[in-house]
Structures are given as structure tokens and as C-alpha cells.
């Protein structure tokens, strides 16, 4: 994913249908599921993408073609990467707490069922918290504020809107919690807690209640303080 995000297409609205074929190789080869660019088998991984910092700036609600929904790689025209674990860990790689997928909805234009997207809805069932960011000047990098406006996380944004500076109301959804060890035999270090959260924000939808975009990816370690304790279903475009 990461070298195909750097290529430059002709037209960025083929970005499905030129990566289809391997795709389909992929699934007959491993009988996995095709969601919009991500799979369902590595689900909780797929979400965790971000565009570096070091590219360009592209402006929320620019217009644009519609390349798939927001929780995909596809949604943006920038490089993007994946958070990548290198310290292995002595815990589960997901725990219970972690994001679940419920159902999808894909509609494809056209028969390629790995190509173009005209429409594409999830249902997860994951902990949600209303939350708040700030976005740094010049920069995709925000910070992330909780219900009672202390920093308790930081974040990177799909997109930059027109405002730095302002702190804009939005929402986490809780996508996995990683707990690994900076290990070095001589200099033994406690376990490190983070948990990586979708950004979103509300949208009306009439196919689904309680609707919402993402718009960046956070970061946290403090998760026992800032999250709700029940799962709730949650509408992703």
C-alpha cells in the first residue's frame, strides 16, 4: 500500500481499478475479503493509515472525486503509510477492547467488484468519546483535547481546514490499544501503553444512525480516562 500511494496515476479516481488485478490474486490466494482497499481478515491494521507529514497539505472539502470512503487509504491522493509495530510484544497483538466490524455495504460502479466505488458504509461496534483537536499552523499535526479541554493525545489529519489554531469538536473511536516493551536486556523498561483512535467527525446519512467521517488518526496514553466504558454501534462512511 505504502509504495502504490506513491505512484502518480494518470487520473487518482483509477486508484481502485489499477491495483484490482493484484488484488484479486491476493484474494484467490488467500480467500480474504475485499473492503474497499482494506481487508476484512486484517481489519484493525487497515484503519491504522496516516498521511506523513512530509507532502503536501490538501484542503478539507476541496473538490474532488470521490475515490472511497473516508476509513480507507483510498479516500486521499497522498502517500500514506501504516503504523508499523517493529518491537514484538509479550501481549495479544488485539485484545477484546479492539474495534469490531459488524457489517459493510460496498456499492461498485460497474461489475469489477474491486474496482471504482460509488458508496461504501461500515457498522463497527467500538468504545466512542466526544473529544476536541486544535490543528498546529501550517501543519496536518493537531492536538487532541478531552470532554473537560486538557491535552490528552495528539493526532494527524487527513486534510487541513481553514482555521489553525481554533479547537473544532469531533470524536475518537477507539481502534486498537498496543502495549509493547522497549526492550534492551541490560536496561529493562516498563510496558508502554498507547491506543490508536479514528478522528471523525458527525455526518447526516440516511442509510444508518449515528453516522460519522474520519478525518485523521490519533494517538493516546491514556486511554482508561478519556474512553467510554460500553461499545456502541457506529456508522462509518
Same mark, same amino acid.
Given at each position: 500500500?505504502? @509504495?502504490?500511494?506513491?505512484?502518480?496515476?494518470? &487520473?487518482?479516481?483509477?486508484?481502485?481499478?489499477?491495483?484490482?488485478?493484484?488484488?484479486?490474486? &491476493?484474494?484467490?490466494?488467500?480467500?480474504?475479503?475485499?473492503?474497499?482497499?482494506?481487508?476484512?481478515?486484517?481489519?484493525?491494521?487497515? *484503519?491504522?493509515?496516516?498521511? =506523513?507529514?512530509?507532502?503536501?497539505?490538501?484542503?478539507?472539502?476541496?473538490?474532488?472525486?470521490?475515490?472511497? =470512503?473516508?476509513?480507507?487509504?483510498?479516500? /486521499?491522493? *497522498?502517500?500514506? $503509510?501504516?503504523?508499523?509495530? /517493529?518491537?514484538?510484544?509479550? &501481549?495479544?497483538?488485539?485484545?477484546?477492547?479492539?474495534?469490531?466490524?459488524?457489517?459493510?455495504?460496498? #456499492?461498485?460502479?460497474?461489475?469489477?467488484?474491486?474496482?471504482?466505488?460509488?458508496?461504501?458504509?461500515?457498522?463497527?461496534?467500538?468504545?466512542?468519546?466526544?473529544?476536541?483537536?486544535? $490543528?498546529?499552523?501550517? /501543519?496536518?499535526?493537531?492536538?487532541?483535547?478531552?470532554?473537560?479541554?486538557?491535552?490528552?493525545?495528539?493526532?494527524? *489529519?487527513?486534510?487541513?481546514?481553514?482555521?489553525?489554531?481554533?479547537?473544532?469538536?469531533?470524536?475518537?473511536?477507539?481502534?486498537? @490499544?498496543?502495549? &509493547? #516493551?522497549?526492550?534492551?536486556?541490560?536496561?529493562?523498561?516498563?510496558? %508502554?501503553?498507547?491506543?490508536?483512535?479514528?478522528?471523525?467527525?458527525?455526518?447526516?446519512? %440516511?442509510?444508518? @444512525?449515528?453516522?460519522? $467521517?474520519?478525518?485523521?488518526?490519533?494517538?493516546?496514553?491514556?486511554?482508561?480516562?478519556?474512553?467510554?466504558?460500553?461499545?456502541?454501534?457506529?456508522?462509518?462512511?
Amino acid at each position: 500500500m505504502a @509504495e502504490y500511494t506513491r505512484c502518480r496515476l494518470t &487520473f487518482p479516481s483509477d486508484k481502485l481499478p489499477a491495483l484490482s488485478g493484484l488484488a484479486s490474486i &491476493f484474494k484467490r490466494n488467500t480467500g480474504y475479503t475485499y473492503l474497499a482497499g482494506l481487508w476484512e481478515e486484517d481489519f484493525i491494521n487497515g *484503519l491504522l493509515w496516516f498521511a =506523513p507529514m512530509e507532502q503536501g497539505q490538501p484542503v478539507e472539502g476541496s473538490v474532488y472525486t470521490y475515490r472511497g =470512503p473516508s476509513w480507507s487509504w483510498v479516500s /486521499t491522493d *497522498l502517500a500514506v $503509510r501504516n503504523m508499523i509495530f /517493529t518491537i514484538q510484544n509479550e &501481549f495479544p497483538a488485539h485484545s477484546m477492547s479492539d474495534i469490531e466490524l459488524v457489517n459493510s455495504y460496498v #456499492k461498485h460502479i460497474g461489475p469489477n467488484s474491486m474496482g471504482k466505488i460509488a458508496r461504501a458504509i461500515i457498522t463497527v461496534q467500538a468504545y466512542m468519546q466526544r473529544l476536541s483537536y486544535k $490543528r498546529e499552523d501550517g /501543519t496536518r499535526r493537531c492536538s487532541i483535547f478531552d470532554i473537560n479541554g486538557q491535552l490528552c493525545g495528539n493526532g494527524i *489529519l487527513d486534510a487541513t481546514d481553514d482555521e489553525t489554531g481554533v479547537r473544532k469538536e469531533c470524536a475518537g473511536i477507539w481502534v486498537t @490499544e498496543r502495549r &509493547f #516493551k522497549m526492550y534492551d536486556p541490560e536496561v529493562p523498561v516498563p510496558a %508502554t501503553y498507547i491506543l490508536y483512535f479514528l478522528i471523525v467527525v458527525p455526518v447526516p446519512d %440516511t442509510m444508518t @444512525e449515528n453516522c460519522w $467521517r474520519r478525518i485523521g488518526l490519533g494517538w493516546t496514553p491514556r486511554w482508561q480516562v478519556i474512553f467510554a466504558f460500553e461499545k456502541s454501534n457506529i456508522g462509518l462512511v
